[in-house]
C-alpha cells in the first residue's frame, strides 16, 4: 500500500465564512424540576388520597387542644363505658376519654416519626456523602459500619437500648434517629458515587470550589429524590416501630396517651373480646397514617423515577 | 522503557516559538492500576498516558489529535489538575503544580479551565444559569453583589446569549446554547489556559461551526491559549496553531498545522489526514490509506514502536526499539518518517 | 467465582467483629452488674468489691471484651440477671419454637407471595394488579400487633377456630396435631407482613424479565403464552425471588418478637420481652448477637447464591 498524497486545501465546512449566528428562541415559561415532580405526583391517585389523610392527621395534632372534647388525662365519671352519645369512644379502664386520647395520641406518632427521621437523615446524608465523595479507606471503614449498623434485628436493638435509656418520647426519637441512618447512608454513597462522575462536578473541581462545597450545594441537592423517597417511608416504619414498642410496654408510658398504649390494654383477652373500642380505633388510626405516607412515599417514587423522567 | 523523550529534544522542538511557555508538560504519566484476585493485587497498569513533553505557548492553540482511548482527554484533566499524574510534571508559570499544596492549588485553579465534550452533563440540573456563572465569582471574590449580576450579563452577552437566559435551568437549553454555557462558565474567571475536551464533537455540524467561531474570537478578544482535544484533524485545521498527534498514550508527530497537513511525517498522521472527508468530489479519486486492525489494548502495549502492528511500512526494527520523538520544530517519532 | 465467594467471606469477618464490639459495649453500658443481681443483699462493700476483682469486673474494658469473646467461641454467653442459668441453656430451650415459627411463616409468605406478585405482574395495570398492590401496602402498612389482635378477635373468639395463644392446650397431650391447630394463626400473622413487601418485589423482578428480548423472542417463535411465562420467564425469576428473604430476615425476627408476645408463644421472641422486663442484659444481648449473626450469615448464603445462580454477576 502507497501512502496517499493528500489534497488539503478542501474543506468539510469552510469554517472561514463568518457563519451567522442561529437565532436563539426566546424560552417560554420557566418550568424548574420541582414544578415537573409536583406535577407528576398529583396524577398518583393514591399518593394524593395519601397526602390528603396526612393532612388530615398533621391537622389533628396540631389543632388536638381545640378538637378533643376534654383533656386525655382527665378522668370521667365511667369506666370502661362503651361509645354513647357523651364519649364518642366510650372511655378506657381508668375512666379517661378515648376520643380525646385518640387525637392526642396522633402527637406522639407523629413526633416520633418526623423527629426520628430528622436525625437519621441527618447522620446517613453526611456519613454516605463522606463515603461516597472521598472513597477509598473512608468509604471502607463507613461502610463497614453501616453492614454493623444493618445486621441487628432493628426492633431487638431498640428494645434493649431503650430498657437501658429508660422509656420515654425523647429517648425513644433519639434512639431510632441513632440506629435507623444505615439505609439513607447507603443510597446516598450511591448518589454521590455516580454524580461525582459528572462533568458538572469535575468543572466545579477546575473552578477551585472546596470539597464541602462540591458536596453541599451540587451534588447533595441532586440526591434529594432518593433520600426523600427514603426518608417518607422511614417516617411510616418509625411510627409503627413506636406504636410496637409502646404496645409492648417499652415506649411511650401512660398517662401520656400513644396509639400503641392505647392497644395495650388489649393484650387482656376480655378486654379483645368484649371491649373492642377500647383497641380498634387506635389500630385503626396507626393503620391509616403508616398507609397514607406509604402511599406518598409509593407517588413521590414514581414521580421522580429518572426512568421516566424526561 | 526508552520511550521518554530527553527534555533537549523537546526544547529544540519547541524552538520556533517565541518566548517563555505557558505551560511545560515533562514526562506526563497517567498509569490506572489493574486489579485482581481475592486481596485486589495490582497486575498491571493501563498506561493511558505514557511520557508526554511538550509545551504550550501563551495565545496559541495547541490541538491533541487521536483515535478514542490514545490519552487525549486524560491529558488534558491531568494539566487541570482533575485527574493528577501518576508521574512527570505540569509546570505552569514556572510552578510544578503536583508540589502546591490544597489551598495554593484552589487559589491558582481560575487560571486552568476546561470545556466539556458532553453538554449535557456538564451542567448542573439544579442550578439557574444566572447562578452557574455567578458561583465562580463569588466563590473566589472577584466581584461584590452588586457587580454579579453585571457581570454574568456581560459574560453571556459575550458568549452569545442574552440577560434573559439567566433564569433559566440548563434543561431549557439546546446542546449549543449549553455549550455556550459551558464556555462563558470557564470565561468568567479570566483564565489564562483553557483546554477543550471536543467540545464541539457531541453537536450538529451547523452548530459545530458556530462554537468554533466564538472560541476562536474569545481567544482573540481575551489573548486566550487552547489546549484543543479532537478525534479527527477537521476540526482542528481552523482553529490550531499546533497540531499534536498521539497514539496510545504518546505523541507521535508534533508540528505547526500547516506542516501537519502538508507534509506529515508520521504514517499514522498520514491514515488520520486520509479519513478526513474531501467536500469537492472531483478531488476525491485519490487513493485512501486503510489502517488495518484494531488499537491494541493499552494495559499491554505491542513492544517498540506501538504503531508496528497496524503501519503499512513496519520493518524489523519497529518490533524492537521504541523511537524518539526527533527533529527540530517539525518533530516524529519513526525510524522511517516520510519525507 | 470461588475468589468472589473468598472475598465476600473476608468482607463479612471484620462486620462479624464490628457486630460482638457493638453487642460487647451494650451489654456493659447497661445498670446493673452480673456481681451486684447474683450475691446476697447482706453482702458488704468488701465482699461486693473482692467478688467483682475475682470476676474480672476492675479489668480494662478491652481486656473483658477478650475475655467475654473467648467465653463465646466456647460456647458460654454468661448467666442471666434474672433466673442465673446460663444464657446458652435458656436459649437453646426456645430456639426450637422460634425457628418453627419463622419457618412456616416463611413458607405462607412464599405461598402468598410469589402467585399474587406473578398474577399482578402478568396482567400490569388491571384490577387484579391493584388489589395486589393494595393487598401488599396494606401488609406493609399494617402492624403485626394489630394484626395479630384482630386474628385472635375474628379466629379464636369470634369463631373459635384456633387457639388464642401458647404452643400446645394446657393440660393436654401436645402431640403434632396440637401444635399445627396453634402455630396457624402466629404464622399466618407473621407471614402475612412478609408477603407484603415481598409481593412487590416478586411484581417487579417478574416484570423485568418479561420485559425482556428473549421472551419476546419465545413469544414470536409461537409459543403459548402459559409456557413462555412457565418455561421461560419464571425459571429466570425466581434467583431473585427465593433470595428475596435474605433481605427480610431483620423483619422477621423483629415480627416474632411481636408475634410471640401476642400468642405467647414460648420463643425466643417471648424470652425478649421478658428479659426486657427483668432487665436481664445478658440474655438480651446473646439473643442480639446471635441474631446478628444469623442475619449476617443470611446476607452472605444470599450473595453465594447469587453468584452460583446468576453467571452475569461481577465478582469484583
Known sequence: ?310 | MSSTTSLETDRKADAPRQGTPLIEVQNLKKYYPIKKGILSKTVGHVKAVDGLNFSIYPGETISLVGESGCGKSTTGQAIVQLDPPTEGKVIFQGRDLSTLSNTELRQLRPQLQIIFQDPYSSLNPRKRVGDLLAEPLLVHKLADKSEVTRKVDDILEIVGLTKHHRNHYPHEFSGGQRQRIGIARALILNPKLIVCDEPVSALDVSIQAQVLNLLKDLQQKFQLTYLFIAHGLGAVKYISDRIAVMYLGKIVELGTTEEIFKNPRHPYTQILLSAYPVPNPHLRNRNRVVVEGDVPNPANPPKGCSFHTRCPLAQSICREKTPDLMGSGHTVACHFPLA | MFQYIVRRILIALPVLFGVTIFSFLIVNMAPGNPVEMQINPDATAADIALKKEALGLNDPLYVQYVRWLSGILHGNFGFSFSTHQAVTGMISDRIGPTLLLMGTAIIIAYLIAIPIGILSATRQYSWMDYLSTSFSFLGISIPHFFLGLGAIYVFSIVFQIFPTGGMNTLGGTGGFADTFNHLILPALVLGTGIAGSMVRYVRSSVLEILGQDYLRTARSKGLKEFFVINKHALRNALIPIITVIGMDIPLLIGGAVVTEQIFQWPGLGQLTIQSIGSRDYPTLMAMNLMAAVAVLLSNLITDVLYSVADPRIKYN
Not at chain 1, 7 to 17: C, G, I, P, T
Not at chain 1, 67 to 79: K, V
Request: charged letters at 15%; one cysteine or more; glycine letters at 8%.
Open chain 1, 1 to 310: 500500500m502507497s501512502m496517499a498524497n493528500v489534497k488539503l486545501d478542501d474543506q468539510a465546512v469552510s469554517f472561514e465564512q463568518q457563519i451567522p449566528l442561529a437565532p436563539i428562541e426566546e424560552l417560554g415559561e420557566e418550568e424548574s424540576y420541582l414544578r415537573v415532580i409536583t406535577k407528576r405526583f398529583f396524577k398518583h391517585k393514591l399518593a394524593v388520597l395519601g397526602l390528603i389523610v396526612f393532612t388530615l392527621i398533621l391537622l389533628m395534632a396540631i389543632l388536638a387542644p381545640l378538637l378533643a372534647p376534654r383533656s386525655p388525662y382527665a378522668i370521667t365519671d365511667q369506666f370502661s363505658a362503651a361509645p354513647s352519645s357523651k364519649y364518642m369512644l366510650g372511655t378506657d379502664q381508668v375512666g379517661r376519654d378515648l376520643f380525646s386520647r385518640l387525637i392526642y395520641g396522633s402527637r406522639v406518632s407523629l413526633s416520633v416519626g418526623i423527629g426520628a427521621v430528622a436525625i437519621y437523615v441527618a447522620i446517613g446524608t453526611i456519613l454516605g456523602a463522606i463515603a461516597g465523595y472521598f472513597g477509598k479507606w473512608v468509604d471502607m471503614i463507613i461502610m463497614r459500619i453501616t453492614d454493623v449498623f444493618m445486621s441487628f434485628p432493628y426492633l431487638m436493638v431498640i428494645l434493649v437500648l431503650v430498657s437501658i435509656m429508660g422509656p420515654s418520647l425523647f429517648n425513644i426519637i433519639v434512639v431510632l434517629g441513632l440506629l435507623g441512618w444505615p439505609g439513607i447512608a447507603r443510597i446516598v454513597r450511591g448518589s454521590v458515587l455516580s454524580i461525582k462522575q459528572m462533568d458538572y462536578i469535575k468543572a466545579g473541581v477546575a473552578l477551585g470550589y472546596s470539597a464541602p462545597r462540591l458536596v453541599f450545594q451540587h451534588i447533595l441537592p441532586n440526591c434529594l429524590g432518593p433520600i426523600l423517597v427514603n426518608a417518607t417511608f422511614g417516617i411510616a416504619a418509625a411510627i409503627i416501630t413506636e406504636a410496637s414498642l409502646s404496645f409492648l410496654g417499652m415506649g411511650v408510658q401512660p398517662p401520656t396517651a400513644s396509639w400503641g398504649n392505647m392497644l395495650k390494654d388489649a393484650q387482656s383477652l376480655s378486654v379483645l373480646a368484649s371491649q373492642p373500642w377500647l383497641w380498634v380505633p387506635p389500630g385503626i388510626m396507626i393503620l391509616l397514617s403508616v398507609l397514607s405516607i406509604n402511599f406518598m412515599g409509593d407517588g413521590l417514587r414514581d414521580a421522580m423515577d429518572p426512568k421516566s423522567l424526561r
